[in-house]
């Protein structure tokens, strides 16, 4: 670094230097004070960045568990879907056993139904009520 305090001691025997100097110590005084600027900003950029980084994390504390939390109903929903299709399946299959035996009823009734006329045609009539 240079000491420009050494340099203007032997310098402000010339005349011509000493504004020279006053220039170069100036400027040396604006470059500390734009160097302490740029430390202090670049000290709250990292404040910053450690609150957004602490409110990411936050988020992430909260969005993480919501995740889990779908992939677990999507599990569930896949279970049920698959549950509902069974169900669906063995619905059918009692709906047609179910229309196999209303056919049946149905023959039956119709090849009785005979039977039944003729049988209550030979039955003698009621006695008239007093």
Same mark, same amino acid.
């Given at each position: 670094m240079? $000491?420009?305090? @050494?340099? @203007?001691? $032997?310098?402000?025997? $010339?005349?011509?230097?000493?504004?020279?100097?006053?220039?170069i110590?100036? +400027? /040396?005084? %604006?470059?500390?004070?734009? +160097?302490?600027?740029? /430390?202090?900003?670049? *000290?709250? %950029? /990292?404040?910053?960045?450690?609150?957004?980084?602490?409110a990411?994390? *936050?988020? +992430? *504390?909260?969005?993480?568990?919501?995740?889990?939390?779908?992939?677990?109903? /999507? &599990?569930?929903?896949?279970?049920?879907?698959?549950?509902?299709?069974a169900?669906?399946?063995? %619905?059918a299959?009692?709906?047609?056993?179910?229309? %196999?035996?209303?056919?049946?009823?149905?023959?039956?009734?119709?090849?009785v139904?005979?039977? &039944?006329?003729a049988a209550?045609?030979?039955?003698?009539?009621?006695?008239? &009520?007093?």
């Amino acid at each position: 670094m240079i $000491h420009i305090e @050494h340099y @203007h001691d $032997h310098a402000c025997e $010339h005349a011509a230097c000493c504004p020279i100097l006053a220039a170069i110590s100036d +400027l /040396k005084g %604006t470059i500390m004070q734009s +160097l302490d600027d740029i /430390k202090r900003e670049v *000290g709250e %950029t /990292k404040a910053q960045n450690a609150q957004i980084i602490a409110a990411i994390t *936050g988020l +992430l *504390g909260v969005v993480q568990p919501l995740i889990e939390a779908n992939a677990a109903a /999507k &599990v569930a929903l896949e279970a049920a879907q698959a549950a509902l299709a069974a169900s669906a399946a063995d %619905t059918a299959a009692i709906e047609a056993e179910l229309a %196999t035996a209303a056919s049946e009823l149905d023959a039956t009734q119709a090849a009785v139904q005979p039977a &039944v006329e003729a049988a209550l045609a030979a039955l003698p009539p009621a006695p008239p &009520v007093p």
